[in-house]
C-alpha cells in the first residue's frame, strides 16, 4: 500500500477520507468515490462540498441517505426529497422538519414509496389518509400504523386487499 497515492487509498477505503489532507477533502470525484463505498464518509468532506448543490444532489443520486448531511436548503427542497426517497425510503428521515410536517408532502412521499411510511412521525402514522394510502398501496404497511388507526376495521381491510 505504500506505493499507492493517496487519492487511490481513499478510492478504496471510505473512513480514510477522515484524516485526508482537505486537498483530497475538497476533491469532488474522490468524495463521490468514497460516498459510493459509504455514504457517512461524506461527514469527512469540507462544507464548501457538501454545501454545493449540484454536488450534493448528484450524491444523493448515488447514496438518498446522504441526504443527512446536505443543507438545511437542500432537504426542504421537495424534489430533493422525493428523488431520495424515490430510491430509499429511510431517506425521509432526513427531510426537513417543515416538509416532515407536511401531511400533503407525506402523502405525496408513501406515493412514491410506501415503504417509507414505517419511518414517518406517528402523527402521520396516525393519519387516516396517510394510512389509507399506504396500506392500499402496500398491504404489510399495516404493521406501522399508528394510533387509533391500529383498531380500525376499515384500515385492516384495506391492507388485506393490497
Known sequence: DTARCPAEILRSNAHALEFADSRLKRDREIVISALVQDGSSLSFALDSVRNDDIFMISAIA?????LQYAS?????????????????????????????????????????????????????????????????????????????????????????RH
Open 72 to 160: 438545511e436548503r437542500l432537504r426542504s427542497n421537495q424534489e430533493v426529497v422525493l428523488g431520495a426517497v424515490k430510491s430509499d425510503g429511510k431517506a425521509i428521515i432526513y427531510a426537513s422538519q417543515d416538509l416532515k410536517n407536511d401531511t400533503e408532502f407525506m402523502r405525496r412521499v408513501v406515493q412514491l414509496n410506501p415503504s417509507c411510511f414505517e419511518h414517518l412521525s406517528e402523527s402521520h402514522r396516525s393519519n387516516r389518509s396517510v394510512a389509507m394510502l399506504a396500506v392500499q398501496l402496500d398491504g404489510s404497511t399495516l404493521k406501522h400504523v399508528a394510533g387509533l388507526l391500529v383498531a380500525d376495521k376499515e384500515v385492516a381491510m384495506a391492507a388485506v
Open 62 to 66: 448515488k447514496q438518498p441517505c446522504v
